[in-house]
């Protein structure tokens, strides 16, 4: 890769030459079939790595703009939604709902924790909910959610499953048409950004769309929203050379890119790596006295929240690193200067990690911290040989 930095934050990510080759491609008009057909092949990719019979919507945005085109299209100004959140990001959809009229309900987790079941349960069973928004990993806290006890909980009680893979999308399993406890109890809608655990760089939203959320959608006579009203972006996603409003001509190029890629490595295979990564960057850290926020059994195999050793000052730490060119992100909200966040996702490799590791550890003695680099660096590998053969 001719990247100067080793971006290891919780996105954007590491980008590979050749999705770099596809971004710098000439720019050509929206309707050129040269272009339409790139367009088209991304939709398609979408689709299957999804594995959704309904639509998928590229359109350019960030991953907020896919977290209000879910919304927007499936719950009417007074209908009801459940919050299930690990996080900020999980946060984030009260105030997406209130901007829409809709009425909020919020099971918020402890930090580092998921949210408990019962509580989930409970809430379903007194309340008729639209849908339940729940985020995949949330990238605040490095908390994954568990889809296979939530998705069935929430499709039993006739609410549709809104999953927020921002952070999850093509690193963990988000299959439509799995059905987790018999039918009817598959994903509804899936949004993302482009900027992950995908590998491009940021600039594209992505949602996709069971027949049950587009059947909810065709039962809104109208929805607040122009631009996110996905009636205006179906005949283009049938059709790429039809016009709603411009696409992103190279991000589109970068983005079919970054799906092949995704397709050519193979989804399980990746689902396989990126757990291996997760945890062995986990194990590693912790022989330099760096603790987790979240249990290993929650913890999201695309990034972590990692609590400093007592006496880190968090701005010089990270500035040392930076230094070496290695990025990583500070915490959020009541985390901010006791942990960072590390991105261990996307087209990251072993290479990258180890080096990460090394530089951590170099960084900790350089801020008056005794530690072993070569231990931690052993554990990495350790951890990441034994993960990715199971």
């Known amino acids: 890769m001719r990247n100067e930095d080793l971006l290891l934050i ?28 790139r367009f088209k092949l991304a939709i398609e990719r979408t689709k299957r790595i999804l594995n959704t ?11 907020t703009l896919a977290m209000e085109m879910a919304l927007v299209n499936t719950i009417a100004p007074g209908e009801r939604l459940l919050i299930i959140s690990h996080g900020y990001f999980g946060d984030r959809f009260i105030k997406l709902g209130q901007a829409f009229g809709i009425q909020i309900d919020l099971l918020q987790a402890e930090w580092g924790q998921q949210v408990d079941l019962k509580h989930v349960k409970e809430h379903l069973e007194k309340n008729q909910y639209k849908a339940v928004t729940v985020t ?22 006739g609410a549709l499953a809104i999953v927020d893979g921002v952070c999850a999308t093509t690193a963990m399993p988000e299959d439509m048409q799995h059905n987790y406890a018999g039918p009817d109890t598959a994903i ?13 760089p ?41 016009y709603f409003a411009t696409p992103p001509v190279n991000m589109i190029y970068a983005l079919e890119e970054g799906l092949r890629i995704v397709e050519e490595e193979g989804l399980k295979e990746r689902y396989v790596r990126h757990k291996a990564y997760g945890s062995a960057v986990r194990s590693a850290l912790r022989v330099y006295g760096m603790v987790p926020l979240a249990e290993e059994k929650d913890a999201a195999p695309t990034l972590s929240c990692i609590y400093y050793p007592e006496g880190v000052d968090d701005a010089a730490f990270r500035a040392e690193l930076a230094k070496e060119g290695v990025i990583l992100s500070g915490a959020l909200a009541h985390l901010a200067g006791k942990a960072f966040r590390i991105g ?40 990441l040989g034994s993960l990715s053969t199971n």
Not at 25 to 32: F, G, I, L, M, Q
Not at 188 to 200: P, R
């Open 10 to 37: 919780p996105g954007p990510t590491p980008v590979v030459d050749s999705i770099y080759d596809a971004l710098g491609e000439e720019t050509r008009a929206h309707t050129d079939p040269r272009f339409v057909s």
């Open 188 to 200: 509804d809608i899936v949004l993302t950004g482009s900027q992950k655990a995908i590998g491009v």
């Open 202 to 242: 940021p600039g594209v939203g992505i949602v996709a769309f069971s027949q049950a959320a587009l059947k909810a959608r065709n039962e809104m006579e109208s929805v607040s929203a122009y631009y996110c009203d996905i009636h205006n972006w179906i005949p283009v996603m049938h059709d790429p050379s039809k």
């Open 344 to 383: 261990h996702m996307g087209n990251t490799t072993p290479e990258m990690l180890e080096t990460a590791i090394r530089k951590i550890g170099e960084a900790l003695q350089n801020c008056g911290h005794e530690v072993v680099v070569e231990e931690a660096v052993a554990v990495l590998q350790e951890t």
């Open 53 to 63: 019979d309904g639509e998928v919507f590229i359109v350019a945005g960030s991953g």
């Open 136 to 157: 995949h990993a949330d990238t605040s806290t490095g908390v994954q959610a568990s889809l296979d006890e939530l998705i069935p909980l929430i499709k039993q009680h």
